[in-house]
């Protein structure tokens, strides 16, 4: 049955296989443009200063203890599942205020992964632009938020919470899209997208 959206907040506490609707979003701020970034302004990822390059843009800094965050077993058999309306250009835009929420909330950004169905989130796009090794090399760090393409999530490591920007392509590659990133989902799944198109694939999925 379609979903009756409610308040838009992410919570942890159920567990399985469920969908819990979230709605009421305020409309996003634009995501930055890359600008120069300064040699005092390290990448995320690498320590000390470096050579000046463009700031990734939608990343926002996030502060960590200094050590990797390694992705933490929760429940991975029975992730709880919320859907976020939003139609297949405002879906990158609710992604990053899930980010958001989850991080204020406390979750370290080590246990975020964000994959898109369509086009590649910014962040990813410029941080492959300087080459697939140093991209899966932030990848490997697992100290920070990543973002990568539905394509490749057989590559990705499990993380606590999985983030599907619904942004592009349909049938086949969203539900292939769901299904990976329901099996490296720990505690909860997230899907950012037009909830009919959802729930008809979780549903054929379930």
């Known amino acids: 049955m379609p979903l009756i959206p409610e308040e838009p907040q992410i919570h942890e506490s159920v567990q399985g296989p469920r969908v819990t609707p979230a709605a009421g979003r305020t409309a996003s701020t634009p995501r ?6 300064s040699a005092a302004m390290p990448r995320p990822g690498r320590p ?13 800094p996030h502060s960590t203890s200094g050590q990797p965050q390694e ?32 991080l204020d909330s406390g979750r370290a950004p080590g ?12 962040w990813a796009a410029h941080e492959l632009s300087f080459g697939e090794a140093a991209y899966w090399a932030q990848h490997e760090a697992g100290d920070d938020v990543f973002y990568a393409g539905a394509a ?11 983030i599907v920007a619904v942004n592009g392509d349909g049938g086949d590659a969203v539900a292939g899209a769901l299904s990976g990133a329901r099996e490296r989902s720990g505690a909860l799944l997230i899907v950012c997208g037009d909830p009919q198109t959802i729930n008809t694939v979780l549903g054929a999925d379930a």
């Open 32 to 37: 930055p443009v890359p600008g120069p970034r």
């Open 48 to 60: 000390g200063p470096g050579p000046a390059r463009p700031a990734p843009p939608a990343q926002r």
């Open 71 to 102: 992705a933490r077993p929760e429940n991975r058999s029975a992730p709880q599942i919320q859907l976020i309306p939003a139609s297949a250009a405002g879906a990158l835009d609710a992604a990053d205020e899930a980010v958001d929420l989850l």
């Open 152 to 162: 490749v999530t057989e590559r990705v490591k499990p993380r606590p919470v999985v």
């Open 111 to 122: 246990d975020i992964l964000v994959l898109t169905t369509g086009e590649q989130h910014p």
